[in-house]
């Protein structure tokens, strides 16, 4: 069980930035992470090994906790399904309520029933109240299929592995790659998992940071994009050898988080936003890709009961927007370019190799882009 | 053409409460209209009357002010169609911005152009910054199909006309019946038209007022129900010497407004529990009806530009609403039921006849009721 | 624990029809249940007992299986969400894809984990290409807060218990009331729970069948309505002595099959009209209740791969539809109140007492109304 | 007034390809245009001139004709709404339906009334059981702001003017840049209006043809990218001498068309893939941006009314979808710089220029990056 006082990052790997290559016009916050937005906690299971009977374990769990008491100070939220192959548990209260109310875990496909009963667990018993003086607690649970590289039927992440997470989970730098949720996870097929980028808004806006941190597993080698660039295609020869899925597509699950005093229906339109950065890296949305977003704002408490029955709040103008929806597409293409530059090679199930993204030669390609005045 | 200083109801008509019925638990305002709201004005232009070919001409323009400046003091605004066999032209905008900015009008299904055009020309007449300070700006305008009773081809609704119900707006009691956009309209084969009804909100709630306005033309008489009561079928070989619709079903715009602050994300939510109100008088909704509702709350005006990014707004919290979604049942109800109270017998086209609700039947049916102690 | 075999209602007992008392105009299939939908199998785990520490324990689990082999066989479906202060898990994927896959499991709000599990383990172990050489799979899992009755946060249910529920599914007469997922739910403060109804199709339709299935726990007392008729308000006095749920509204999970061939999109469209049903009943769809409808065709099956890309199917006709609707609100109606029929008394957490609807009065009321020509 | 038999590209332009660039995978078909999907019609009416008044005129109407008789002969559809800052009357149908009935116009703003008064009267005049034996009907018409060119207050189109355009319709190849709708439209603050492209699908979907066709009238200059090439940001400072557009973003109206044979909720999902080819040309689907697509397949034909309510149609079985996802966003995004690589400079209100898209600096920027082995 790898802890997120591990390396941040796989040995001899480096963020994008750390390539020179940026993306977008906003600057990104201190750790260039959702958890720049302040408040904002991040926890990582990582499971790598194999088990009793030789099986490769490749898969974990992240928990994302947007304040420290999310169940008693509840945030506006809101989500956006690009393509609806895949799970994630609670959503559906989320998008009623237009209310964040639990923290959101993202872990692998055969998980979420462990990971939601878990979390029912943790929180009831924080909360003597759910379900006397308050309702019962529905948790979010967020999936993508690890299954190429992981013995995802061996159901291998516990409530235990849930519990640790919740309780690992720290602000400042995060660490990305193989690890947590998105451990044996993969994009355009290339061995990725969790990636997070943060922006600072300006002009107006710049009290408000924002950050997205995914859990990246879609697409297909020749659609990549690295900023417009198609690097996907640019590289297929090098990499025509090694087998690579087939039957599947994988998913993304993109969580974005503002200070931004943003309502649940802003949120629900900045989550579209995020759906297009997803596209810009290459993403079709494919049939089998379960392509979700949730974003919320830790702006405003929402009471979770009140003698008043009106509470005041924050919103952004509507005519303000932009820059927020600008940073979103931005902060999303490049959280998940770092979840492919920080993941190393992994070998998984029927010992294939998922191979790393080759930094060398994303550097070179830009290199020379950049000397054409791009 | 009829005008709205014209008698609010048809000669020999009562309202439903004037027979000793009333809907639901919640007290009416005073008006028991949408008036009863704040700052809202309903105005109609009438048109009954014979074109030069001798075709009948039973149709009209309703217009709903929300305040006197709508354009400038925007208002959160929500929806939900139940059935879209119709058009609000425009509700696209109304959904994604959350926010509404024009008058509504509703009219026939054929008129939807005209009205659009109109109320383009009045608004960029009273405000010169659209389209040039401000962006162009998209009108919200409701229709159903009056084609039975009205010579809908003629298209007899003029630019005229929508500016004569805009002028005509008022606060205070409101025409109902074969009035405006509802002139022509039919209710479960009986004639309806314009209804309202409001609910004055109690307990923590009980500085607000919720008011429903509707243009009803849905449903067939063996559905009609009055609060519960299978009406529709206890009259039906009353009238089964009678022609009817065959080949449409109508349909129903609903408008609700209330001083509630309500965001638009519970507008959204607080429309699905109108068309719920909708269905309990008998909508099942048909395939080629338009049962479409919109919702706006007067509380909080949204800056149509600022200096400022941010606005502080006020919210219902989210555990307090449910009075909120019962009246609106409930006003929604007896707003369908007052269009039928309303409205008298009409002719219109091949000679047609379509009948009024007829109220003694319907005061003897609950007065028996009653005795039963429902 | 109760197995289907046990009574298939509460002994003294009846369901509605046999109190006289019918709604809508078509008529029910042979069983009056969803089961009169060819091939549609449904199974109960019931648990009623007090566990070690001994709290009550009132749960279970309800398996809806759409044919012998969803897995394989798939079929379209749809689904509305009256509001979603609840959860289905795995409706999104449904939703996005409109396709059923997997059996449909409803149980209380903290199983929705194990059940979820459970289901993936039973699918991966009879197919053996799932993850493989297809797709992970994704189960559908429904629920209602139970937690007034019982020990929910104790989470009783256990894998063999949702192993047993697909078991034990059959054909033929349904049990209801206080078994499966709704052994521990109450509706309009009554003891209810699993109730199902259907209708036959008649005219050009009158090859199809349309069943409904209620996991029914939502509402108030006074809001009770049966056929429209208030019996909610016309019985309140007689029970104001009892205690009743304050902090929640419960919730409803419903539904609806039919081997009318309809599409994914019809389905969608249809699920509304099983909502309006839900509010005749007497849901205002109160903010924190789960009300929840999914619908599915057994007519097209949907090859999970083929060497064709193109596969013939049939549809209903769009104008032909409104038949389809009008029974898929009756039949919701009828299942809700079965499901209060098949109840007794119940006692549960804090020795709280949840009474039956009281089946006399209920004639009564109804014989009275049938005397003034309903 | 220009017709369609003006040349096809304004002088001194080509399309894309003839740059010796394409985007995607995929070949076009024969005109590389949404008419290469057999049956399907543009027509123009272009209307470029000054009023009476010596106001610029920069506007005009585009028909797209979905086959000969599409009121008789309907068609599955669907759409997806991006951002909802526009207007597409007749939509709401549409998506309820999952059938499109009527011809499409595009045209600006302010003439969303016109266009859809003379198309009814188009319709009704053709059809004289529309409003009789048929519903009315509701014609699908979708704007965009040319308030920047044109005088849009002037509201210059005429009922003649969609006859015209309907009129003229013809197959084969279409007319691009400055005509019909998009005559004043402004992509990125370069010139654009209607865009069209193809895809000619292959393996085992090679029967099928998809299209595209765009109004374009979204962006900043800085945004644009061409096959991910940022030629916006390259080319920033050889524009900055220029007004642009400040306090309005345009919008998108986007028409996809295929052969394949898909239902109305596959295409649903395929309009959400043409919005991500919106956002990789550089769209962040701004606050005030109408980003609105529909789509349509011309393989089934949905009988108006018929003795049999079942019909048989074939479907695009699910797992097959991919191709078409991918063409779609291929060909949205060649249509949309065809429609920028189609006109020249454009001047207009206020003796404003909106300059053309500079084709020579695109070849050398391609040609460079070509070398590069892009």
Redesign the interface.
Known sequence: MKHIDDPLIAPGRVRLRELGISIGNFSPGKWNAITDVPGIKIGHTTLITDDKEGLPVRTGVTAILPNDNIYMNRLNAGAF?????????????V?????LETPILLSN??S???????L??DL?KRHPGI????????PVVGEC?D?WLND??G?HVRSEHVYHALAKAQSGPVAEGSVGGGTGMITCDFKAGIGTSSRLLDG??QAYTLGVLVMSNFGIREEL?I????VG??LFNKFSHLQRRT???GSIIAVLATNA?L???QLN?VS??V??GI??VG??????S?E?VIAFSTANK?????????????????????PI??AA?EATEEAIINSLCASSDMKGRGNKLCPALPLDDIKK?FS??SS???
């Open positions: 399904v690009l393509n609806g192959a895949g799970e994630m548990s609670g959503l559906i209260q998008q009623e309520w237009g209310i496909t055969y979420v029933g462990v990971c939601s009963s878990a029912v667990k009831t379900g006397e003086k308050y309702d019962v607690v529905i299929d299954s995802i039927r159901m107006k806006l994009r900023d417009g660039v198609p295609k640019m039957n599947s597509y005093p309502t649940a229906h339109r579209k936003r759906a297009l596209g810009r993403s079709h949305a494919a049939h089998g379960g979700i929402i009471p979770r009961s009140s003698d008043a029955p009106i509470f005041a709040m924050n919103a952004v103008l509507d005519s303000a927007v932009n929806y600008q597409i390609i020379e882009r054409l005045g791009e």
